[in-house]
């Protein structure tokens, strides 16, 4: 909700790249854009889970990695672990 509301939210999307051109207004914008919604994940997340993310330089790919680990869309450990669960 916090990056929609501030028309931000294309910058988790996996198609939203770095422009080339280092000097240009819009990399300007898109770092620092980025730069903020990183520390903002970052500082949002425990410690054990930002130490696994922390080296990437994007909003985009941290949200990937997390999405993956998280999402629990076919992950078989976090299915079994559910399933274990119920039958208990």
Sequence with gaps: MILGGKGVQHYLAENCFEPANKLSPKWRVWHTTNSTIVAWLLASMSPFVSKMV???QTA???WKVLNN???MRGNMMVMMEIQNKASA
Excluded: D, G, P
């Design 54 to 56: 922390e080296a990437m």
């Design 60 to 62: 985009a790919q941290i």
């Design 69 to 71: 680990m998280y999402s």
